[in-house]
């Protein structure tokens, strides 16, 4: 990914079950240590079929898809993503953080 792109799917895996959510929260936290405000639901929906990449196997329910749109990604450099899953007023579960970098 680059600079100014824009249209991309993020994919997100967490490595549990998160199709009974009733909000998710995605944050991304750009290299100069600010915080692209949170992507909510609906703009951070769960993927329920399995997603084959060379990456490796999204399972069905276990990962998350944001499209990212212009004005998003507008510094090149490592990112940061982390997600947070509410299960009604019961259960609130943080990811881990994962990183990717953005090209000039």
Wanted: hydrophobic content about 40%.
């Amino acid at each position: 990914m680059r600079v100014n792109e824009y249209g991309v799917i993020f994919r997100f895996s967490v490595g549990y079950d998160i199709s009974a959510e009733t909000e998710l929260s995605l944050v991304f936290t750009k290299p100069d240590g600010t915080v692209m405000p949170a992507k909510v639901t609906p703009d951070v929906s769960v993927g329920v079929t399995p997603v084959v990449t060379t990456l490796g196997t999204f399972a069905a329910n276990e990962y998350v898809n944001y499209t990212f749109v212009s004005g998003d990604i507008d510094q090149a450099g490592v990112w940061t993503a982390q997600l947070t899953y509410d299960e009604g007023a019961t259960i609130r579960l943080i990811s881990d953080k994962a990183q990717f970098t953005v090209d000039d």
